[in-house]
């Protein structure tokens, strides 16, 4: 089950191996590679959006969709047709090539880190001994399209929109690389494989410096990929939707693509890098599977066969897993972990208002930025010194300049205000 | 010929009338210097629909639907308005003691609905994706069920006439309430848990729009944005029209005056609203709830002819400040005069003072807080 | 700088996503905190809302028994006092002669139109009425495609029973019953001729 992957695909290539000369087989396996990866991307940004959507109306104490197919799984499929058949506008006096090249410029990087994420054990598409610089530049691309996106409409709004989505993302660049640094530092290697496996002993997060630089590396992620509270970019109280005002139909739908697509990759290297990536307790796969039975057998929506055939899958599986003794697959663990990561990416979105321009360039420049330096030399404390003793000496050091970084930035107007009551 | 080193412009924006939140058909027309506001002009009228002119062709009862529609947030306290000025200009129709008693919930209830919507409103403002705002709405919407209960529509009701109400409430009601304002405390707690310590919110909207107290008093602010600011002026203490001088209930005041002060002081006001619900709730007589009088007007609204000459104005505190109504009599059945001192039109003329300096996203917020419907402000 | 506020914030929205889910209600009970308001949902059409008896949309007239024992008389007071000005009757009914015709004692309009596309639902044609004769309707699934032949309701449209108030206001068809009773027996009984001492 663990491999289940690797070896579906080893048996493809040498099935091909059959018609293909030997040494067209490389192209075949990275053809498949590749195949797959953009088969699954828009399937996961799609039910991304359902689950959003879904997340966000039951904390307000409503249904999401479910109209449209049982729970409303068919909702993106349906989306997905509108915008596919919706007009395509172009505004008059726009610059149309720019217009049409900007949203391909986003999804591009957006698919293309997709490459260096290992979403199992041995399933990384590409183990570059370089992923994680590979990463890092690759994101930096989606300034270019903002900014082009904004530029091409020829509207205020949108011009606003992306200036202060490319300051944003510079701006956030920095804590977000330089949080990374800790982990280079620890783990001695750049390439995703070798960080993971790093992590075989103790997962980052679970140290001082590492549990900060997570922190900042998820929240300037979120800042990069402006999602609540960092969306001033498309802040649609204000400027209607920012830069992509000016979208529509399938353009649109790439931009959201590519806003959904970067918020996964951040939730996934945030994983990778800091929550151990595809490594999980060894816990024996048929548990999973016997609880899912509650599951299937309490759902009242589901009609009664659907729920009988359900419970009787799960069970069955359950047999099976038991006996051949299975512990959850590892890209089982990379996608929990995930999700929950992009459960909180909702969880955010659902909850907090949005941060002013300034305020947000503040918290990045004076707070992320100073705490990731010195979250570095915490670090270097705790190479340096290994055992207990580092370990207290890093985290004293996070925790003093932590609270002196808060009251640096915190000025004296957030204290409590008083209130005078008059009969 | 040497050169300015950088040339900058000032960028001329219309957040304009087809805008998701300008609470309405409204529309600024902003000079930016960057991000900075350094003008700010706004143009009302989008949604006239000739309210005053339409009660001077109509017999004065005829007009207590229009005034549901003025500000449509709060029918029940619109209505209150007319039906106090119409009393004044009879010479003062008697209202019993029920129906006074009945007019009190009526207004606190529409209080607790406004504040509740408005706050939802100005978080949806801030960013915060709908979620406050929907739970703002799932209060209101039990309230609005007890208005419909009452007086048949759940928000242009309708119900409210000089000489009392124009129907007595129905069995269940006065339980269903007391179980409804009950509750709210808890909604309330939870509500402030949501936003009141959230940083983010306090980062957005502290010292943000600022109304100091003598620009307050002199452009006549009235309603909860003059009480954050620290000035003591509610109509319910000072005219304390009705039967307010029996409820025991606080003015919250705010010090500084800016949006945060603005959003806590209807939350306090909120409070303070559940305080006089309760106690009405509990001393309500029995009785008639109109007097013949009235509901002579009711059935026969021609017969009320004030004298020639005669004027009145009936003002309240309606959840949004001093609403006025002001009729002056021609001998007729219709009014020769009817005007509505509306609360957001004047709060909303100091506008520009309060934006100048402030960013784009802060204009936003500021017209969340001044709190404005644009029926009321156009009429 | 992001801190305790917002933590909160989040607890509040997570206790109230937790507490639509059975299973999150369970696990909100046990931690002893609140479950919050569950889901507020009406899933119309399949279940629809709960009126009060009050709810009030559009206006009908009533007929006691036959649909020609109608109890308007044409006397267009309440054409008179409507706000938007949606009620159009013509009549009461003549003969050749211009005398008015009556049916059950009484005259009766020939055309009654009420134009719902304006009408505010505000009542007052009820409230101004002398003889009870037009009464609220709360039926609100009422679209339809064309403006005028669709959404201007005839007289024929707007007659219903007496039956049909009792049904869907019991409380108010009570009152209006018990003052027409009221009316009929003081105009039943002779006038009394004064005791002699």
Sequence with gaps: ?423 | MTEPLLDTQLLEVNLGPQHPSTHGVFRMQALLDGETIVKLKPVMGYLHRNHEQLGEGMTYIASFPFTDRLDYFCAMTNNLGLALAIEQLAGGIEVPERAQYIRVIMSELTRLVNHTAVIGFLLNDMGAFGTPLLYAFREREKILDLFEMASGSRMMCNYIRPGGVREDVPEGFLERASRIVAEYPRFLDEFEALLTQNEIIRQRAQHVGVLSKELAINASITGPMLRASGVDYDIRKVDGYGIYPRFAFRIPLGTVGDVYDRYYVRILEMRESVAILQQALKEIPPGPSISPKGLQLVKSPRTFRPPKGAEAYGRIESPKGELGFFLASDGSPQPYRYHVRAPSFINLTVLEDLCLGHKVADVIIILGSIDIVMGEVDR | MIGIGVLKGLWVTLREFLGTYPAGRWLLTRLGASTGQGLFTIEYPEVKQQHAERHRVFPFLVYDASPDNLRCVACKICEQECPPQCIHIVGPAKDEQGRPLKAHGRTFPVKFDIDVSICMSCRICVDVCPFDAIEMDNAHELSGFDRFAEMVYTKEQLLKSNEYFQQIKPTEASVVDQRLAAKAAKTAMPPQPAASP
């Design chain 1, 1 to 423: 089950m663990d491999q289940l992957f690797v070896v579906l695909k080893s048996s493809v290539v040498q099935l091909a191996g059959r018609w293909l000369p030997e040494g067209a087989l490389p192209f075949v396996s990275m053809g498949l590679t590749i195949a797959a990866i953009a088969a699954a991307a828009p399937v996961i940004m799609m039910y991304l959006t359902w689950l959003e959507r879904k997340i966000i109306a039951r904390m307000q104490n409503r249904l999401g969709p479910n109209r449209v197919g049982l729970y409303g799984l068919a909702q993106p499929l349906a989306d997905g047709l509108k915008m596919l058949i919706k007009e395509d506008i172009v505004p008059e006096g726009a610059d149309r090539l720019v217009h049409s090249l900007a949203p391909v410029v986003a999804v591009v990087p957006a698919l293309l880190v997709f490459a260096v994420l290992p979403f199992g054990r041995n399933m990384i598409a590409a183990d570059l001994n370089v992923g994680l610089l590979y990463f890092l530049a690759v994101s930096s691309i989606s300034s270019y399209a903002i900014f082009m996106g904004g530029w091409a409409s020829r509207n205020k709004f949108s011009l606003l929109g992306a200036m202060r989505g490319v300051a944003q993302i510079i701006s956030y660049e920095v804590p977000s690389v330089l949080s990374v640094v800790v982990v280079i530092m620890v783990a001695g290697t750049l390439s995703m494989g070798g960080i993971v496996e790093a992590q075989a002993s103790r997962w980052f997060v679970f140290t001082p410096w590492g549990f900060v630089a997570a922190l900042i590396f998820f929240l300037s992620g979120v800042a990069e990929v402006n999602r609540t509270p960092f969306d001033m970019p498309e802040a649609e109280s204000e400027i209607v939707a920012g830069f992509h005002t000016e979208y529509s139909g399938m353009k649109f739908a790439l931009w959201y693509m590519a806003e959904f697509l970067e918020a996964f990759a951040i939730s996934a290297f945030t994983v990778t890098l800091f929550l151990g990536g595809w490594q999980g307790p060894a816990i024996p796969l048929w548990w999973a599977l016997f609880g899912s039975v509650c599951l299937v057998a309490t759902a009242r929506t589901i009609p009664t066969v659907l729920r009988v055939l359900g419970v009787v899958a799960c069970v069955g599986s359950g047999v099976v897993a038991y006996l051949a003794n299975e512990a959850v697959p590892s890209w089982a663990w990379f996608l929990a972990k995930t999700y929950g990561l992009v459960f909180v990416l909702v969880w955010f979105r659902g909850t907090l208002p949005r941060l002013r321009v300034d305020q947000l360039m503040g918290l990045a420049w004076k707070f992320f930025l100073p705490l990731t330096l010195i979250n570095i030399a915490s670090a270097a404390l705790w190479v340096a010194m290994p055992g207990p003793s580092g370990g207290v000496l890093a985290g004293a050091l996070l925790i003093l300049s932590g609270w002196w970084l808060i009251r640096l930035n915190n000025p004296a107007p957030l204290q409590p205000r008083t209130y005078l009551f008059v009969e």
